[in-house]
């Protein structure tokens, strides 16, 4: 998972990226969407779509999951719990992949893309729901723990011995 933090002060730069090992032309441009390079600071579209736009900039990009791990619903809680715990102070959030509908983005109107307010009720309520699905992930894990111990009992085996 990549995520980016654009603080919005003097430093502010709309090509954030020119530096990093692997410019990304689409991350370019998903910033832009949201910056006026005419005027300096956000478009007057992405300052109509948020509650504020004091803040910094958070851009979610790239997110990856492990084959293995996919199918349990991780994408959603990981992106999720990514995002509110570095998202203090940030005007938005905005994403590259429309597939985080879960987590609280909305496809807002051409160059916005897909965009989450933090400061929404919406975006808060969908955090505790992942929250509660991390939860429910975890308690299911255990509960297989325990009935692979049970098994392992009522076939004699030792419970601390986990097959390699």
């Known amino acids: 998972m990549r995520l980016f933090r654009m603080r919005m002060d003097d430093r502010f730069s709309p090509f954030p990226f020119a530096d990093a090992e692997s410019h990304d032309a689409g ?8 910056y006026d390079l005419g005027g300096g600071g956000y478009r007057q579209e992405f300052r109509d779509a948020v509650t504020s736009a ?12 492990d084959e293995a791990w996919r199918g349990f619903g991780l994408g959603p809680v990981l992106v999720s719990e990514a995002i509110w715990t570095l998202a203090d102070g940030c005007s938005a959030v905005i994403a590259a992949d429309p597939l985080w509908e879960s987590v ?3 496809c807002r109107v051409d160059p916005l893309g897909h965009l989450m307010d ?10 505790n729901e ?3 699905d991390l939860d429910a992930l975890a308690d299911a894990y255990r509960e297989s723990l325990g009935r692979r111990t049970a098994t392992n009992q009522r076939r004699g085996a030792n419970p601390d011995v986990r097959p390699a």
Do not use: C, Q, W, Y
């Open 104 to 106: 609280g983005f909305r």
């Open 118 to 127: 933090p400061a929404t009720e919406e975006a808060r309520d969908l955090r």
């Open 54 to 65: 004091d803040g910094d900039l958070l851009v979610l990009f790239d997110v990856r999951l």
């Open 27 to 34: 991350l370019s441009n998903l910033v832009l969407g949201v």
């Open 130 to 132: 992942r929250r509660k």
